[in-house]
C-alpha cells in the first residue's frame, strides 16, 4: 500500500499570505496520478488538483499542483478567506486508492 | 449537472449488516467508475472501495476487504455498499463519488455526494 505522508499538520497564516503543502509518498506515484481535496467542516472533499497539476473545473488561479515521483506541493498563492480549511492529497494510480491525513490551514 | 446522494446509513450493533446507495444523476452513470470514501469521527478521509462502469472490476482498501461488498445497478443509476460483519472502527460518513478519466488509466474523484452516517454501537 502506498502511503502518503503530509506536512505540515497544522499551518497558521493570514489571509494574503502564501501556503505551501506537502506531500510526500513511500513510493513512486505512477503517472502523476496525485489528486488535491480541500474540505470544510461539514462538507463533502472537493477536487481542486488532479494529475498532479491541473486544476479542476472552476479552481481559482491561486491553487497549484506540483511535483512528481514521491513528492508533490499544494500551493496557494495568497489565502483568500474562505481557503481556510483541511486539505488532502490522494494518489489514485495503484489499485488501491491512498490519501494522506491532511493538513490544516488555519488562520493565525 | 451530477448529483450523487447517498442513503442507507444509521445504528447497527457490532456484527451486523448495512446497505448504502447512492442515487446518480446528470450524467451517464454506466460509463463511470464510481467509489466509496469515508470519514470516521474528527479523523481524516479513507478510501474505501472502487468499482468499473460495467461493475466487473473492484477494489477494496485492506480494512474492509472480505466484509464489505461494492456494487452497482445501471438500469437504476445506483451505486451500492454492502457492509457486513461491522465493527466499532467502521463507524463513519460514507460518500460516494464519480471519477473522471485522466487520460493515462486512471481515474480520480470529480463529484461527491453530502454523506450519510454510519454507527456501529451496541
Known amino acids: 500500500e502506498i502511503v502518503l505522508t503530509q506536512s505540515p499538520g497544522t499551518l497558521s497564516l493570514s489571509p494574503g499570505e502564501r501556503a505551501t503543502l506537502s506531500c510526500r509518498s513511500s513510493q513512486s506515484v505512477s503517472s502523476s496520478s496525485l489528486a488535491w481535496y480541500q474540505q470544510k467542516p461539514g462538507q463533502a472533499p472537493r477536487l481542486l488538483i488532479y494529475?498532479?497539476?491541473s486544476r479542476a473545473t472552476g479552481i481559482p488561479d491561486r491553487f497549484s499542483g506540483s511535483g512528481s515521483g514521491t513528492d508533490f506541493t499544494l500551493t496557494i498563492s495568497r489565502l483568500e478567506p474562505e481557503d481556510f480549511a483541511v486539505y488532502y492529497c490522494q494518489q489514485y494510480g495503484s489499485s488501491t486508492r491512498t490519501f494522506g491525513q491532511g493538513t490544516k490551514v488555519e488562520i493565525k | 449537472e451530477v448529483h450523487l446522494v447517498e442513503s442507507g446509513g444509521g445504528l447497527v450493533q457490532p456484527g451486523g449488516s448495512l446497505r448504502l446507495s447512492c442515487a446518480a444523476s446528470?450524467?451517464?452513470?454506466?460509463?463511470?467508475?464510481m467509489s466509496w470514501v469515508r470519514q470516521a469521527p474528527g479523523k481524516g478521509l479513507e478510501w474505501v472501495s472502487v468499482?468499473?462502469?460495467?461493475?466487473?472490476?473492484?477494489y477494496y482498501a485492506d480494512s474492509v476487504k472480505g466484509r464489505f461488498t461494492i456494487s452497482r445497478d445501471s438500469s437504476k443509476n445506483t451505486l451500492y455498499l454492502q457492509m457486513n460483519s461491522l465493527r466499532a472502527e467502521d463507524t463513519a460518513v460514507y460518500y460516494c463519488s464519480k471519477d473522471h478519466p485522466d487520460g493515462s488509466g486512471t481515474h480520480y474523484s470529480d463529484y461527491w455526494g453530502q454523506g450519510t452516517v454510519v454507527t456501529v454501537s451496541s
Open positions: 446528470g450524467f451517464t452513470f454506466s460509463t463511470y467508475v
Open positions: 468499482i468499473s462502469g460495467c461493475g466487473r472490476y473492484t
Open positions: 494529475g498532479a497539476s
